[in-house]
């Protein structure tokens, strides 16, 4: 699959198009924990802006380090896995130092609380956005659209 997305986004700058990459890992012995542990879900990433892609997807990182060599490595390096901000500031140094756009997966329905504490630690770590839909879509409408006001607001950092 890497060869193939690889030839395809050369082929998509080669026509001017920007390449767009969800990288989610899955398969093989990757358990559930880790499809969303910090050392996956940035060397996901980083794999995704290696094979070219502008823009990049990937779910927020938990503070879980799946890979034993990984944590090890971490852990050496002490580098900050305390709360969602410094995760993702982990991710978006794994794009070329932030030289991609990343934005990150709105994952399952959330109280709005929730999402809006997601939301302000995305954008504290340096997201560049979120994918927001099944939170905004399974609400009634006049809810969906003060969520997405307020959501701005904290990207704006307004709240």
């Known amino acids: 699959m890497m060869e193939e997305i690889r030839e395809l986004a050369e082929e998509a700058k080669s026509v001017g198009l920007a390449v767009v990459m ?4 899955r398969g093989g012995k990757l358990d559930k924990a880790g499809e969303t ?3 996956v879900c940035a060397y ?8 070219g892609a502008h823009i990049i997807k990937v779910k927020p990182p938990t503070d879980v ?4 060599e990984a944590k090890a490595a971490y852990e050496k390096a002490r580098i900050d896995i305390s709360t969602l901000a410094a995760r993702i500031k982990h991710v978006m140094q794994a794009t070329f130092n ?3 756009i990343v934005v990150f997966s709105g994952g399952e329905a959330k109280d709005l609380e929730g999402l809006f504490t997601e939301i302000r630690g995305l954008r504290d770590g340096g997201a560049n956005g979120s994918i927001i839909g099944r ?3 399974q609400r009634p409408r006049d809810q969906a659209l003060d ?3 307020k959501i701005i607001g904290i990207y704006q950092g307004k709240m």
């Not at 969800?22 to 890992?25: A, Q, R, V």
């Not at 996901?44 to 290696?50: I, K, R, S």
């Open 22 to 25: 969800w990288s989610y890992p």
């Open 37 to 39: 542990a910090l050392d």
């Open 44 to 51: 996901a990433a980083h794999m995704a802006a290696l094979l």
């Open 65 to 68: 380090l799946w890979q034993p």
């Open 98 to 100: 932030g030289r991609r």
């Open 135 to 137: 939170n905004t879509f």
């Open 147 to 149: 969520m997405l006001d």
